[in-house]
């Protein structure tokens, strides 16, 4: 019994890593499920699939990829002159919950009237195409500064990098929007008031880059509504986000307008 437990102890240690990996794994795995369980699974409905995706959004990303960017030292379109007559909130509710809650129920997104023509948000520039488009949805160009440039690129991996350039579109469309309509004139501003959570400090990479000139040197945008609010229903659950406008979730990240 002795020489069978020096055995296993041997080969246990001899392969010390591959059972590390390995508990990691089913660690992870186990916290999927209870997760899960716990707050339940997020709805399908407004779930972006492929028939979603712009048929021309590789090729878009491409293109993007090769247009020179052109800075300024500070914002000075109409967008950012509007947005300084307009004092913002003190304080924003968190675009990413950090507390545990009790279950909540998933918000759907609105029902349209008629069916939803991909092809003319398509045709229009937008990534992806949804459901419940508003068209009466605009924003004008906002020129980002040196310093926000390299901020929002670095935001956008560190919010949603594993999105690729669809998902990084996403959250500069976000924060696009936030300085559009509640009178941001800065990327650290809209960070600090709504109290995004995503990391700032690990780079980022071409995508990310694309999707910001994509967003705001070409003013075009992911969808075609108002983005404010978003959150991952797999790492935590939150009421407030759930209590807002549904528009779209996207490889599990869900969207919301106020």
């Known amino acids: 019994m002795k020489d069978i437990l020096i055995k296993a102890l041997g080969f246990v240690t001899k392969h010390k890593k591959a059972f590390m990996i390995g508990g990691v794994v089913l660690v992870v795995i186990a916290i999927s499920v209870l997760s899960v369980f716990r707050f339940g699974a997020p709805?399908?409905?407004?779930?972006?699939?492929?028939?979603?995706?712009?048929?021309?959004?590789?090729?878009?990303?491409?293109?993007?990829?090769?247009?020179?960017?052109?800075?300024t030292a500070a914002a000075t379109t109409a967008a950012a002159t509007q947005a300084a007559t307009t004092a913002p909130a003190t304080k924003k509710p968190n675009t990413q919950a950090?507390?545990?809650?009790?279950?909540?129920?998933?918000?759907?997104?609105?029902?349209?009237?008629?069916?939803?023509?991909?092809?003319?948000?398509?045709?229009?520039?937008?990534?992806?195409?949804?459901?419940?488009?508003?068209?009466?949805?605009?924003t004008t160009t906002v020129t980002l500064t040196d310093a926000d440039r390299d901020l929002l690129e670095r935001l956008c991996m560190g919010e949603f990098g594993s999105g690729g350039f669809i998902g990084a579109a996403l959250i500069a469309q976000s924060v696009k929007d936030a300085m559009c309509f509640d009178g941001y004139t800065s990327v650290a501003?809209?960070?600090?008031y709504y109290h995004y959570d995503g990391r700032t400090d690990v780079g980022t990479n071409e995508a990310c880059r694309q999707a910001v000139r994509y967003i705001f040197d070409d003013n075009h945008d992911a969808v075609q509504h108002r983005l404010l609010y978003m959150y991952n229903p797999y790492l935590c659950t939150s009421s407030f986000h759930e209590s807002q406008r549904f528009i779209l979730s996207y490889q599990g990240v869900r969207f919301f307008d106020r």
């Open 43 to 71: 709805s399908n409905d407004g779930e972006i699939t492929e028939s979603n995706i712009n048929p021309s959004a590789e090729s878009i990303e491409q293109a993007t990829g090769t247009t020179p960017v052109s800075t």
């Open 98 to 138: 950090t507390t545990m809650e009790p279950p909540v129920p998933f918000a759907t997104a609105a029902v349209p009237a008629e069916p939803a023509d991909y092809q003319a948000q398509w045709d229009a520039g937008y990534l992806l195409a949804i459901d419940n488009p508003d068209t009466s949805y605009v």
């Open 189 to 192: 501003d809209v960070i600090k």
